[in-house]
């Protein structure tokens, strides 16, 4: 059997969040509507957006992205920025890697990492 790994986000517009995502991943949602939107990140991960009356409620609300080479974070760093992303932690080296997090509109975190 094959295990999907879904992560749920929790924001107050699913539709919205939709367009905002679609922009940063540049992928089109599989589903989008009024109470949940779907993209598919990879053949077992998923991104669910959920409608909630309090976004962002849960502290451990986030996303991880990891990228295949350190430069790539620098590089998707400056394009998210164009496209509108809070950046919330500037590029920096880390005992893992290379990171920065940037926060959707609704305040969840959006961890992008490459190992190095």
Do not use: C
């Not at 790994?5 to 905002?20: M, N």
């Not at 976004?55 to 496209?83: F, I, N, Q, T, Y």
Request: glycine share 6%; net charge neutral; charged share 30%.
């Amino acid at each position: 059997m094959t295990e999907i790994e879904d992560i749920p986000l929790s924001v107050a517009d699913p539709e919205a969040a939709a367009r905002f995502y679609a922009r940063l991943l540049r992928r089109t949602p599989l589903e989008a509507g009024p109470d949940r939107a779907v993209f598919i990140l990879s053949t077992r991960r998923t991104l669910s957006l959920w409608r909630s009356a309090q976004p962002a409620s849960r502290p451990g609300d986030a996303l991880e992205l990891r990228m295949k080479a350190p430069s790539v974070v620098d590089e998707l760093h400056m394009d998210w920025w164009d496209r509108g992303a809070r950046i919330v932690l500037p590029p920096m080296d880390t005992r893992q890697g290379r990171a920065f997090v940037a926060s959707d509109p609704d305040g969840n975190r959006i961890r992008v990492f490459a190992a190095g």
